[in-house]
């Protein structure tokens, strides 16, 4: 669809426009919006469901993703807590979720808007208490803060609670 705007916006500009079609890409406003990481899926907000619980994908700042796999699956999550069990769930029936090829992603709850989202890996980032979509309350973030818990801490405390 892009390509369609952008070929009618440069046969408009007459043959002058072929010295402009880099100066047209660019401004055609057909940029990958979202800021999706390499090999990430797009999250599809208010319509993709979470793998582990079924609810609709809408709170930006608790979702979370899983690629990976002979056929590089996509799994896409709600809460980090959704992503936590569910690693713990299926590492048995998907053995390459330990596999250093996949690919895990948790949103930053820091990034300041759809189009703006920052991306973490989650084992390297530091996890806060906040309310999150599925009771599990926490939130990924960068950088450690006061009372932050790391991946490992995270999961440990999610899987003890229950759900």
Not at 41 to 48: L, P, V, Y
Not at 74 to 101: Q, S, T
Request: charged fraction near 25%; aromatic fraction near 12%; charge should be positive.
């Amino acid at each position: 669809m892009c390509d369609n705007y952008r070929r009618q916006f440069i046969g408009r500009l007459g043959l002058g426009g072929l010295f402009l079609t880099p100066l047209a890409a660019a401004l055609s406003g057909c940029s990958n919006k979202g800021g999706w990481p390499d090999g990430m899926a797009e999250i599809k907000w208010d319509r993709d469901t979470c793998v582990r619980c079924s609810m609709v994908i809408s709170d930006r700042r608790f979702a979370g993703e899983i690629r990976g796999g002979p056929d590089n699956t996509v799994f896409k999550f709600d809460d980090p807590g959704c992503l936590a069990f569910w690693l713990k769930e299926k590492a048995e029936k998907y053995p390459w979720l330990a596999e250093p090829a996949t690919r895990i992603w948790i949103a930053d709850f820091n990034s300041k808007s759809r189009e703006e989202m920052i991306w973490l890996d989650p084992k390297r980032a530091q996890f806060i208490t906040k309310t999150s979509p599925m009771g599990y309350n926490f939130a990924a973030v960068s950088m450690p803060m006061p009372g932050s818990l790391d991946f490992t801490d995270m999961r440990q405390h999610t899987l003890a609670k229950g759900k």
